[in-house]
């Protein structure tokens, strides 16, 4: 299994963070791949992934620090990826990064052999989820749409593409097969495990 870079974006309500969650839970902690941990200045919040705290000022001492390998703005936070957190790569290991759609160019061009997986879903399906959350307005979801339509056309095809407008196990699935696609060995999920001891 060589080493790979898997940047994964995608637009806010597609199910990015509940897929990566699904994925971490199928596979086994033995398997080689690293989940880069993000820092970002919000504290933190029960659920969802797993990311480092800080406040804005501790954020712009790490910045001064060169403590970041990958850092950015989105909606309204700042995101870095500590130094650290890729090292895994020249250990040959794949790591999987929840990255961002606006810093992609930034990120090719510090890792121009990087795996680009996007993560989308239809408008209809993305309204419906985005209204469901309750967190913006419908005049805001629309703003939403409309800015996630403008990046459909500016962002260079991926090298994995999921649709995620079905079930959270499907979707996963989708993602665990293109995964195993770009292995040389198939990545084993715990479900399997049990099926070769039993």
Same mark, same amino acid.
């Given at each position: 299994?060589?080493?790979?870079l898997?940047?994964?974006?995608?637009p806010?309500?597609?199910?990015?963070?509940?897929?990566?969650?699904w994925l971490?839970?199928?596979?086994?902690s033995?398997?080689?791949i690293?989940?880069?941990?993000?820092?970002?200045n919000r504290?933190?919040?029960?659920?969802?992934?797993?990311?480092?705290?800080?406040?804005?000022?501790?954020? $712009?001492? +790490?910045? *001064?620090?060169?403590?970041?390998? @990958?850092?950015w703005?989105?909606?309204? %936070? &700042?995101?870095?990826i500590?130094?650290?957190e890729? $090292?895994? +790569?020249? *250990?040959?290991?794949?790591?999987? @990064?929840?990255?961002?759609?606006?810093? %992609? &160019?930034?990120?090719?061009?510090?890792?121009?052999?990087?795996? +680009?997986?996007?993560?989308?879903t239809?408008?209809?399906?993305?309204?419906?989820?985005? %209204?469901?959350?309750?967190?913006?307005s419908?005049?805001?979801?629309?703003?939403?749409?409309?800015r996630?339509?403008?990046?459909?056309?500016?962002?260079?095809?991926?090298?994995i593409?999921?649709?995620?407008?079905?079930?959270?196990?499907?979707g996963g699935?989708?993602l665990?097969?293109?995964?195993?696609q770009l292995s040389?060995?198939?990545?084993?999920?715990?479900k399997q495990?049990?099926?070769?001891?039993?």
């Amino acid at each position: 299994m060589s080493q790979q870079l898997i940047y994964i974006m995608g637009p806010s309500g597609a199910g990015k963070d509940s897929l990566l969650a699904w994925l971490k839970q199928q596979l086994p902690s033995s398997a080689p791949i690293h989940w880069a941990k993000r820092t970002i200045n919000r504290p933190l919040q029960a659920g969802g992934e797993p990311y480092e705290s800080v406040d804005n000022s501790q954020f $712009a001492q +790490l910045i *001064r620090q060169n403590a970041f390998i @990958l850092h950015w703005q989105a909606n309204g %936070l &700042s995101y870095g990826i500590r130094q650290p957190e890729l $090292a895994p +790569l020249y *250990r040959g290991q794949w790591v999987l @990064l929840n990255g961002s759609r606006a810093y %992609l &160019s930034q990120a090719r061009q510090a890792f121009p052999r990087l795996t +680009l997986l996007h993560i989308t879903t239809s408008p209809d399906t993305l309204r419906q989820r985005l %209204l469901a959350r309750g967190r913006e307005s419908p005049q805001q979801i629309e703003a939403r749409l409309e800015r996630t339509r403008r990046w459909a056309l500016q962002t260079p095809i991926a090298d994995i593409e999921i649709h995620n407008d079905s079930t959270l196990e499907q979707g996963g699935q989708a993602l665990l097969q293109s995964l195993q696609q770009l292995s040389n060995w198939p990545l084993i999920t715990h479900k399997q495990i049990a099926t070769v001891n039993s």
